[in-house]
T-cell receptor
Framework: AQTVTQSQPEMSVQEAETVTLSCTYD???????LFWYKQPPSRQMILVIR????KQQNATENRFSVNFQKAAKSFSLKISDSQLGDAAMYFC?????????WGAGTKLIIKP | DTEVTQTPKHLVMGMTNKKSLKCEQH?????MYWYKQKAKKPPELMFV???????INESVPSRFSPECPNSSLLNLHLHALQPEDSALYLC????????????????FGSGTQLSVL
C-alpha cells in the first residue's frame, strides 16, 4: 500500500529563519508526483510546490524548495526567510493513479 | 478566474434536515471533487466527477448524494446526517487526469464548515 508519513505534528520557527518539514513515502512506482499543500486558517488548500519523480532537480518556488531523495523516498520542504503568513498546516501528498494520498500534516507556527 | 467558490461557508443542520452544498468553477475544468476533512486531519476523498459523470465514489454513505448538473457546478445533497458527519467539506477541480501530469494541479475552494446537531 502507498503511504505518506509526516513525522512532525508541529514545528515552530522564528520569523525570518529557515525551517524544514519532513515527509517520507512508500511506493513501488517509478514515475509519480509529489506535492506540498498549505492550509492556513482560511481553510483553503493551496498548492505550495510540486515535484516530478523523474526529474532529479529539486523544485523551487520563491522561498520554498524541496529536497527530493528518490532512493530514500524522502521529500522535505524547506521554507526560507519564514514569514507570519507562512503559519498553516502543511500536508505532503503523493499522486497515486490520479488520486492524492495525504500525510497527516505538520502544523507550522511562526514566532514573531 | 482561478477560483473555486463554495457556498455556504458555514452550515448548521439537524439530523432530520435536508440541505445542499454548492461548488462552482469557471476554469473549464472537467474533473470536480468532494473531500471531507476533520479538524487537524488530511482531506478524505468522497467523490470524483469526470465530464459530469460520477467516476469515483469512495464508499460514501447514501445520506450524501452528489450531483454535477453541468461542467461548472457540483452539488452535495445532505439528508439525515449524523453528528459524526460534522466536518469541513472541500470542493476541488482540475483538468481530467490531474493531479498528476506536468502542469496539472487541484484547485480547492475554501470549504463549507458543517455542523450536525
Amino acid at each position: 500500500a502507498q503511504t505518506v508519513t509526516q513525522s512532525q505534528p508541529e514545528m515552530s520557527v522564528q520569523e525570518a529563519e529557515t525551517v524544514t518539514l519532513s515527509c517520507t513515502y512508500d511506493t513501488s512506482e517509478s514515475d509519480y508526483y509529489l506535492f506540498w499543500y498549505k492550509q492556513p486558517p482560511s481553510r483553503q488548500m493551496i498548492l505550495v510546490i510540486r515535484q516530478e519523480a523523474y526529474k532529479q532537480q529539486n523544485a523551487t518556488e520563491n522561498r520554498f524548495s524541496v529536497n527530493f531523495q528518490k532512493a530514500a523516498k524522502s521529500f522535505s520542504l524547506k521554507i526560507s526567510d519564514s514569514q507570519l503568513g507562512d503559519a498553516a498546516m502543511y500536508f505532503c501528498a503523493f499522486d497515486s493513479n490520479y488520486q492524492l494520498i495525504w500525510g497527516a500534516g505538520t502544523k507550522l507556527i511562526i514566532k514573531p | 478566474d482561478t477560483e473555486v467558490t463554495q457556498t455556504p461557508k458555514h452550515l448548521v443542520m439537524g439530523m432530520t434536515n435536508k440541505k445542499s452544498l454548492k461548488c462552482e468553477q469557471h476554469m473549464g475544468h472537467r474533473a470536480m471533487y468532494w473531500y471531507k476533512q476533520k479538524a487537524k486531519k488530511p482531506p478524505e476523498l468522497m467523490f470524483v466527477y469526470s465530464y459530469e459523470k460520477l467516476s469515483i465514489n469512495e464508499s460514501v454513505p447514501s445520506r450524501f448524494s452528489p450531483e454535477c448538473p453541468n461542467s461548472s457546478l457540483l452539488n452535495l445533497h445532505l439528508h439525515a446526517l449524523q453528528p459524526e458527519d460534522s466536518a469541513l467539506y472541500l470542493c476541488a477541480s482540475s483538468q481530467v487526469g490531474a493531479p498528476g501530469g506536468p502542469d496539472e494541479k487541484l484547485f480547492f475552494g475554501s470549504g463549507t464548515q458543517l455542523s450536525v446537531l
